[in-house]
Protein backbone atom coordinates (compact mmCIF):
# COMPACT_ATOMS: atom_id res chain seq x y z
CA UNK A 1 0.00 0.00 0.00
CA UNK A 2 1.34 3.39 -0.97
CA UNK A 3 1.67 5.63 1.94
CA UNK A 4 3.45 8.94 2.93
CA UNK A 5 4.73 9.03 6.75
CA UNK A 6 5.92 13.00 7.93
CA UNK A 7 7.61 13.69 10.64
CA UNK A 8 7.77 15.01 13.64
CA UNK A 9 3.82 15.29 13.81
CA UNK A 10 4.72 18.83 15.08
CA UNK A 11 7.28 21.10 15.49
CA UNK A 12 8.09 24.67 18.16
CA UNK A 13 11.01 26.75 16.87
CA UNK A 14 12.55 30.09 17.96
CA UNK A 15 12.06 32.68 15.51
CA UNK A 16 15.53 32.96 13.99
CA UNK A 17 16.49 29.44 14.28
CA UNK A 18 16.16 26.47 11.56
CA UNK A 19 14.47 23.00 11.30
CA UNK A 20 14.22 20.36 9.65
CA UNK A 21 11.05 18.27 8.30
CA UNK A 22 11.22 14.73 7.26
CA UNK A 23 9.47 12.88 4.38
CA UNK A 24 9.43 9.01 3.86
CA UNK A 25 7.66 7.50 0.89
CA UNK A 26 6.87 4.24 -0.37
CA UNK A 27 4.67 4.71 -3.22
CA UNK A 28 6.05 2.94 -6.37
CA UNK A 29 6.56 3.90 -9.35
CA UNK A 30 7.77 7.21 -8.30
CA UNK A 31 6.93 10.10 -10.46
CA UNK A 32 7.50 13.03 -8.23
CA UNK A 33 7.06 14.85 -5.14
CA UNK A 34 6.09 17.94 -3.35
CA UNK A 35 6.23 19.86 -0.21
CA UNK A 36 3.08 22.13 -0.05
CA UNK A 37 2.73 24.93 2.65
CA UNK A 38 -0.82 25.09 4.39
CA UNK A 39 -1.42 28.43 6.58
CA UNK A 40 -3.84 28.06 8.99
CA UNK A 41 -7.65 28.65 7.09
CA UNK A 42 -6.04 28.34 3.78
CA UNK A 43 -5.60 26.00 1.06
CA UNK A 44 -1.87 24.41 0.58
CA UNK A 45 0.09 26.30 -1.81
CA UNK A 46 3.12 24.69 -3.55
CA UNK A 47 6.95 24.90 -2.38
CA UNK A 48 8.91 22.59 -4.76
CA UNK A 49 8.84 19.80 -6.49
CA UNK A 50 11.23 17.16 -7.13
CA UNK A 51 11.78 14.34 -9.69
CA UNK A 52 13.48 11.35 -9.71
CA UNK A 53 16.80 12.81 -11.01
CA UNK A 54 16.59 15.48 -8.45
CA UNK A 55 18.74 15.84 -5.35
CA UNK A 56 17.97 19.17 -3.87
CA UNK A 57 15.66 22.10 -5.29
CA UNK A 58 15.76 25.53 -3.29
CA UNK A 59 12.88 28.35 -2.59
CA UNK A 60 14.34 30.83 -1.20
CA UNK A 61 14.78 30.14 2.57
CA UNK A 62 13.33 26.52 1.79
CA UNK A 63 15.64 23.90 0.43
CA UNK A 64 14.08 20.22 -0.43
CA UNK A 65 16.37 17.27 -0.73
CA UNK A 66 15.44 13.96 -2.40
CA UNK A 67 17.31 10.43 -1.74
CA UNK A 68 15.20 8.18 -4.33
CA UNK A 69 17.18 5.20 -3.28
CA UNK A 70 15.67 5.25 0.58
CA UNK A 71 12.71 6.88 -0.61
CA UNK A 72 13.60 9.70 1.99
CA UNK A 73 12.61 13.71 1.71
CA UNK A 74 13.87 16.58 3.87
CA UNK A 75 12.30 20.48 3.73
CA UNK A 76 15.07 22.32 5.24
CA UNK A 77 13.90 25.87 6.69
CA UNK A 78 16.72 28.53 7.48
CA UNK A 79 16.20 31.41 9.51
CA UNK A 80 12.65 31.12 10.19
CA UNK A 81 10.45 33.62 10.32
CA UNK A 82 6.76 33.82 12.07
CA UNK A 83 5.18 33.75 8.74
CA UNK A 84 6.77 30.57 8.47
CA UNK A 85 4.15 29.06 11.31
CA UNK A 86 1.59 26.65 9.14
CA UNK A 87 0.97 23.12 8.34
CA UNK A 88 3.66 21.31 5.37
CA UNK A 89 2.45 18.37 3.59
CA UNK A 90 4.32 16.06 1.32
CA UNK A 91 2.77 14.79 -1.46
CA UNK A 92 4.01 12.27 -3.58
CA UNK A 93 2.86 11.03 -7.08
CA UNK A 94 3.19 7.99 -8.91
CA UNK A 95 0.54 5.54 -10.75
CA UNK A 96 0.57 3.76 -7.46
CA UNK A 97 -1.51 6.47 -6.08
CA UNK A 98 -4.79 7.22 -5.83
CA UNK A 99 -7.23 8.26 -8.63
CA UNK A 100 -5.00 11.67 -8.93
CA UNK A 101 -2.19 10.03 -8.72
CA UNK A 102 -1.13 11.47 -5.58
CA UNK A 103 -0.64 10.09 -2.51
CA UNK A 104 -0.87 13.01 0.61
CA UNK A 105 0.96 13.01 3.90
CA UNK A 106 -0.55 14.18 7.19
CA UNK A 107 1.49 16.98 7.55
CA UNK A 108 3.68 18.67 10.42
CA UNK A 109 2.24 21.34 11.94
CA UNK A 110 5.00 24.05 12.67
CA UNK A 111 4.78 27.17 14.96
CA UNK A 112 7.42 29.08 15.16
CA UNK A 113 7.81 31.39 18.33
CA UNK A 114 9.12 34.96 18.99
CA UNK B 1 -6.50 37.02 -11.42
CA UNK B 2 -8.81 35.03 -8.92
CA UNK B 3 -7.62 31.04 -9.13
CA UNK B 4 -9.85 28.52 -7.39
CA UNK B 5 -12.72 30.15 -5.58
CA UNK B 6 -14.96 28.25 -3.09
CA UNK B 7 -18.37 29.70 -1.42
CA UNK B 8 -19.47 29.29 1.31
CA UNK B 9 -16.12 29.69 3.79
CA UNK B 10 -18.16 28.20 6.22
CA UNK B 11 -21.06 26.20 7.36
CA UNK B 12 -23.14 24.55 10.15
CA UNK B 13 -25.70 21.88 8.88
CA UNK B 14 -27.90 19.84 11.11
CA UNK B 15 -28.12 16.05 10.05
CA UNK B 16 -30.66 15.32 7.15
CA UNK B 17 -30.13 18.78 5.62
CA UNK B 18 -28.95 18.94 2.30
CA UNK B 19 -25.97 21.97 0.68
CA UNK B 20 -24.22 22.55 -2.49
CA UNK B 21 -20.41 23.62 -1.69
CA UNK B 22 -19.17 25.94 -4.90
CA UNK B 23 -16.18 25.82 -6.99
CA UNK B 24 -15.13 27.93 -9.69
CA UNK B 25 -11.65 28.41 -11.31
CA UNK B 26 -10.83 31.15 -14.15
CA UNK B 27 -7.94 29.46 -15.26
CA UNK B 28 -9.10 27.07 -18.08
CA UNK B 29 -7.90 23.78 -16.19
CA UNK B 30 -9.35 20.94 -17.09
CA UNK B 31 -8.88 19.22 -14.47
CA UNK B 32 -10.48 19.68 -10.96
CA UNK B 33 -10.58 17.95 -8.16
CA UNK B 34 -12.53 17.42 -4.53
CA UNK B 35 -10.55 16.57 -1.32
CA UNK B 36 -11.38 16.56 2.50
CA UNK B 37 -9.30 17.15 5.20
CA UNK B 38 -9.83 15.63 8.51
CA UNK B 39 -7.88 16.85 11.58
CA UNK B 40 -4.68 14.70 11.50
CA UNK B 41 -5.03 13.42 8.26
CA UNK B 42 -3.67 13.77 4.89
CA UNK B 43 -6.19 15.10 2.13
CA UNK B 44 -8.81 12.27 0.61
CA UNK B 45 -9.72 12.79 -2.95
CA UNK B 46 -13.50 12.98 -2.83
CA UNK B 47 -14.47 13.40 -6.67
CA UNK B 48 -12.13 14.63 -9.61
CA UNK B 49 -13.30 15.46 -13.26
CA UNK B 50 -11.39 15.46 -16.33
CA UNK B 51 -13.71 17.63 -18.43
CA UNK B 52 -16.65 19.04 -18.75
CA UNK B 53 -19.46 16.13 -18.62
CA UNK B 54 -16.74 14.27 -17.38
CA UNK B 55 -16.72 12.85 -13.57
CA UNK B 56 -15.42 10.14 -11.53
CA UNK B 57 -14.82 8.64 -7.92
CA UNK B 58 -11.99 9.50 -5.69
CA UNK B 59 -10.86 7.43 -2.52
CA UNK B 60 -14.27 8.46 -0.51
CA UNK B 61 -17.24 9.30 -2.84
CA UNK B 62 -20.17 8.05 -0.79
CA UNK B 63 -23.03 10.50 0.67
CA UNK B 64 -21.17 13.34 -2.15
CA UNK B 65 -22.61 13.88 -5.66
CA UNK B 66 -20.76 16.41 -8.21
CA UNK B 67 -21.37 17.49 -11.92
CA UNK B 68 -19.36 19.50 -14.26
CA UNK B 69 -21.53 21.44 -16.42
CA UNK B 70 -19.01 23.49 -17.21
CA UNK B 71 -14.84 24.31 -17.48
CA UNK B 72 -15.05 26.73 -15.04
CA UNK B 73 -17.69 25.14 -12.55
CA UNK B 74 -17.44 22.19 -10.49
CA UNK B 75 -19.93 22.19 -7.29
CA UNK B 76 -20.15 19.20 -4.61
CA UNK B 77 -23.29 17.99 -3.49
CA UNK B 78 -23.95 16.83 -0.45
CA UNK B 79 -27.56 15.49 0.06
CA UNK B 80 -27.64 13.78 3.18
CA UNK B 81 -25.58 15.54 5.86
CA UNK B 82 -24.00 13.20 8.42
CA UNK B 83 -21.89 14.33 11.31
CA UNK B 84 -18.93 11.93 9.80
CA UNK B 85 -18.69 14.83 6.83
CA UNK B 86 -17.81 17.27 9.24
CA UNK B 87 -14.35 18.18 7.87
CA UNK B 88 -13.05 21.03 5.80
CA UNK B 89 -13.41 20.72 1.91
CA UNK B 90 -10.93 22.10 -0.80
CA UNK B 91 -11.33 22.21 -4.28
CA UNK B 92 -8.59 22.36 -6.28
CA UNK B 93 -7.62 22.66 -10.25
CA UNK B 94 -4.98 21.83 -12.72
CA UNK B 95 -3.96 22.06 -16.07
CA UNK B 96 -2.75 18.58 -16.81
CA UNK B 97 -3.14 15.65 -14.50
CA UNK B 98 -2.52 16.73 -10.96
CA UNK B 99 0.38 14.23 -10.28
CA UNK B 100 2.44 15.95 -12.87
CA UNK B 101 1.39 19.37 -12.94
CA UNK B 102 0.50 20.05 -9.41
CA UNK B 103 -2.46 22.11 -8.22
CA UNK B 104 -4.01 25.56 -7.69
CA UNK B 105 -6.09 25.07 -4.35
CA UNK B 106 -9.34 27.39 -3.14
CA UNK B 107 -8.93 28.45 0.59
CA UNK B 108 -11.55 25.86 1.68
CA UNK B 109 -14.62 24.98 3.37
CA UNK B 110 -15.04 24.94 7.17
CA UNK B 111 -18.32 22.56 7.35
CA UNK B 112 -19.71 21.17 10.67
CA UNK B 113 -22.52 19.07 10.94
CA UNK B 114 -24.85 18.96 13.97
Known amino acids: KNQVEQSPQSLIILEGKNCTLQCNYTVSPFSNLRWYKQDTGRGPVSLTIMTFSENTKSNGRYTATLDADTKQSSLHITASQLSDSASYICVVSGSGGGADGLTFGKGTHLIIQP | NAGVTQTPKFRILKIGQSMTLQCAQD?????MYWYRQDPGMGLKLIYYSVGAGITDKGEVPNGYNVSRSTTEDFPLRLELAAPSQTSVYFC?????????????FGSGTRLTVV
Open chain 2, 92 to 104: ASSDRTAASYGYT
Open chain 2, 27 to 31: MNHNY
